[in-house]
């Protein structure tokens, strides 16, 4: 398999590991946003959330938590960003589910989630909303 965090979690390529236990690790962005960037992935090969069993997603998410809390008490980070480019068209580069924990500090000159994009929908939420609850 030639998927680069593959290779990771099989410790065949370097990485700054800050955490792992047998279903997830999290390493060091090797080319980091801010200080403390860090990638937390299942160590089950899935491309993208939907592709995850969901007990690992859960899984994936605690070790989110705790590795956020390790990261705001280490480098005295006030706020993270946290999230995932899900897709292609979303920015998703590494075809390896990841969840970026980004430290914020500041005057850090960032934006928030909400800088992605700016596109106000044509059709109004009623629509939407049916369209998305209906599918629970
Ligand atoms: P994304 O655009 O969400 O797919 O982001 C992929 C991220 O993986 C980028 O921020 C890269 O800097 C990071 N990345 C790629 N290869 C490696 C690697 N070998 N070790 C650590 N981080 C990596
Ligand atoms: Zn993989």
């Known amino acids: ?5 593959c290779k990771i979690v099989r410790g065949e390529l370097p990485a700054h590991k800050v955490y792992e236990d047998a279903e997830t690790v999290a390493f060091l962005d090797i080319h980091p946003m801010t200080e403390g960037h860090t990638l937390v992935i299942p160590k089950l ?35 993270l960003n946290i999230g995932v480019n899900d897709g292609r068209a979303a920015g998703q580069a590494v075809p390896h589910l990841h969840v970026h924990i980004i430290p914020r500090f500041p005057g850090d000159g960032g934006g928030s989630i909400h800088s992605i994009l700016y596109k106000p929908q044509k059709r109004p939420l009623e629509e939407i909303h049916r369209l998305i609850a209906d599918t629970l």
């Not at 398999?1 to 965090?5: D, K």
């Open 1 to 5: 398999m030639s998927c680069v965090f």
């Open 45 to 79: 090969h899935a491309e993208r959330l939907a592709d995850l069993p969901p007990e690992l997603a859960g899984k994936l998410f605690q070790t989110v938590q705790r590795v956020a809390g390790r990261i705001t008490q280490a480098l005295e980070a006030p706020a």
